[in-house]
């Protein structure tokens, strides 16, 4: 297969083009600019988003697309830093509109990044894939506008891989969130009861896949486990699997000071079930968290 990666550079990208190269299939990746080093290996293309819009035939025959690209919303929410994320999101996912639009050979299917924000947040409802947007903040505000723009992508098949928080040694939040673990410093954030959507990195990759092989699947996608968890009990958890303390609550005052509006991300959470997935027929290898922890700890 020949697969383009918007965004290979980045956390989840690098480990989906492991997994396709393991396969045996040829990557493109789609960056900001090309890599300085000199040796490539043969089943790598490096192209640039300037080149996807100056040469699009090179993209003709796809067997797939995956757009993965956009400022990270763990950033200060300053006015400069909200424009820059909006901005980031309607730049690429419109870059992947002109061009399907410009392509005789089109893929027949574009998996295009998305967030567990799109539903709001709750301590008590559960959300699925069809339950409805709620715009009740930022972050929920982007992905709304996001989701909108990848609307105008046309292909057979759109998938919009609702992200949750992706547990991975190597970026994302996991790093950052383990750390007080390891310095004995860990403790609930908060009240503790907000909810924690999650998904390995192996399972992620292994949806994104799935998704592509799946020709039945379409549309929203949930990319969680199905074992969603509290700020405390993924706490209490990390805890047990690193055999280090959960004493030391953060109290919501102290890290509203700290991060501002960005605290929102650790203070209030989603309950996200991936019931398309498990309707499809789709296996976690990672469903709890236990498992997820101790397989991230033994890397």
């Given at each position: 297969m020949k697969i383009a990666i918007c965004g290979g550079t980045g956390f989840i990208g690098q480990a989906l083009c492991k997994h396709f190269i393991s396969q045996g299939h040829q990557v493109m990746i789609v960056t900001r600019k090309q890599p300085d080093h000199s040796s490539k290996e043969n089943s790598i293309t490096y192209v640039t988003w300037d080149d996807m819009k100056s040469n699009p035939g090179q993209f003709e025959g796809l067997d797939a697309l995956i757009n993965l690209a956009g400022a990270s919303l763990s950033q200060r929410w300053t006015t400069q830093g909200k424009e820059r994320i909006h901005t980031s999101r309607q730049k690429t996912v419109s870059a992947v509109a002109d061009l399907m639009n410009v392509l005789e050979h089109k893929p027949p299917v574009v998996v295009q990044a998305s967030a567990m924000a799109i539903y709001g947040t709750s301590e008590d409802k559960t959300f699925d894939e069809l339950?409805?947007?709620?715009?009740?903040?930022?972050?929920?505000?982007?992905?709304?506008?996001?989701?909108?723009?990848?609307?105008?992508?046309?292909?057979?098949?759109?998938?919009?891989?609702?992200?949750?928080?992706?547990?991975?040694?190597?970026?994302?939040?996991?790093?950052?969130?383990i750390l007080p673990y390891k310095l004995g410093l860990g403790g609930k954030i908060g009240s503790g009861q907000q909810w924690m959507s999650w998904i390995h990195l192996d399972d992620i990759v292994r949806l994104i896949d799935f998704c592509i092989h799946h020709p039945e699947i379409n549309g929203p996608v949930n990319a969680a486990s199905p074992k969603p968890v509290t700020n405390d009990l993924f706490g209490r958890t990390a805890a047990k699997v690193y055999h280090r303390p959960h004493w030391?609550?953060?109290?919501?005052?102290?890290?509203?000071?700290?991060?501002?509006?960005?605290?929102?991300?650790?203070?209030?959470?989603?309950?996200?079930?991936?019931?398309?997935?498990?309707?499809?027929?789709?296996?976690?290898?990672?469903?709890?968290?236990?498992?997820?922890?101790?397989?991230?700890?033994?890397?």
């Open positions: 339950s409805p947007p709620r715009v009740m903040d930022f972050p929920s505000e982007v992905v709304s506008m996001w989701e909108e723009a990848a609307d105008r992508i046309q292909t057979d098949r759109v998938v919009k891989l609702r992200i949750s928080v992706v547990l991975g040694n190597e970026g994302g939040a996991f790093p950052k969130m030391f609550p953060v109290p919501s005052f102290l890290l509203k000071g700290v991060l501002g509006e960005l605290s929102m991300i650790l203070l209030e959470g989603q309950r996200i079930l991936p019931v398309k997935a498990l309707d499809h027929g789709f296996e976690f290898q990672y469903a709890e968290l236990k498992d997820a922890l101790s397989a991230l700890k033994k890397q």
